[in-house]
T-cell receptor, first 116, second 112 residues
């Protein structure tokens, strides 16, 4: 079955520690995205990648880093510089980096990060 | 950047009743996506609208995009408990890029 997987589903981190969230897709999609969701604030874009070895900052990139070494994988690192990292993190992918056609984003099940 | 305003923020309806959720932008919507989310889960794609005046339906859910392409509505007919969840609209920022800006969501509860 094709889809997007995120791991782990729940993650606990001590303050001051970096943590990496995994996102893998087998849909052969070019573009991948990371969002953060807080109660009452909808989804906010952290980083996105339109093609392998390239990525751009979204609206709230401070305190986060990403890499895109393989088409299938787009891991997100939450660093100790992120002041309020407790949130629900969602990864998504779309077939193309360009608009045109339906080109909807497919979402993973999410990772809930809690900083203790 | 584009901002999307959704209304209402939350909605409680009795099973069998109709309801409408709105999504409004201050800028032209190049592509408007509707998603549904169960609490603590990922988003499920519902429909995408692109042309002014466009209307699409899937089962008991109908989405419309106004002629000016600045407002979209999602209408559910004869609501069922399975319709409960959070509905989010997302829009392309430009006509050439695939990234989306999302509204804050509408939480729908359906009572028996």
């Amino acid at each position: 079955d094709g889809g997007i997987t995120q791991s782990p589903k729940y993650l606990f981190r001590k303050e001051g520690q970096n943590v990496t969230l995994s996102c893998e897709q087998n849909l052969n999609h070019d573009a991948m995205y990371w969002y953060r969701q807080d109660p009452g604030q909808g989804l906010r874009l952290i980083y996105y990648s339109q093609i392998v070895n390239d990525f751009q900052k979204g609206d709230i990139a401070e305190g986060y880093s990403v890499s895109r070494e393989k088409k299938e994988s787009f891991p997100l690192t939450v660093t100790s510089a992120q002041k309020n990292p407790t949130a629900f993190y969602l990864c998504a992918s779309s077939i193309s980096r360009l608009a045109g056609g339906r080109n909807e984003q497919f979402f993973g099940p999410g990772t809930r990060l809690t900083v203790l | 950047s584009q901002e999307l305003e959704q209304s209402p923020q939350s909605l409680i309806v009795q099973e069998g009743k109709n309801l409408t959720i709105n999504c409004t932008s201050s800028k032209t919507l190049y592509g408007l996506y509707w998603y549904k989310q169960k609490y603590g889960e990922g988003l499920i794609f519902l429909m995408m609208l692109q042309k002014g005046g466009e209307e699409k339906s899937h089962e008991k859910i109908t989405a419309k995009l106004d002629e000016k392409k600045q407002q979209s509505s999602l209408h559910i007919t004869a609501s069922q408990p399975s319709h409960a969840g959070i509905y989010l609209c997302g829009a392309r920022n430009t006509g050439t890029a695939s990234k989306l800006t999302f509204g804050t969501g509408t939480r729908l509860q359906v009572t028996l």
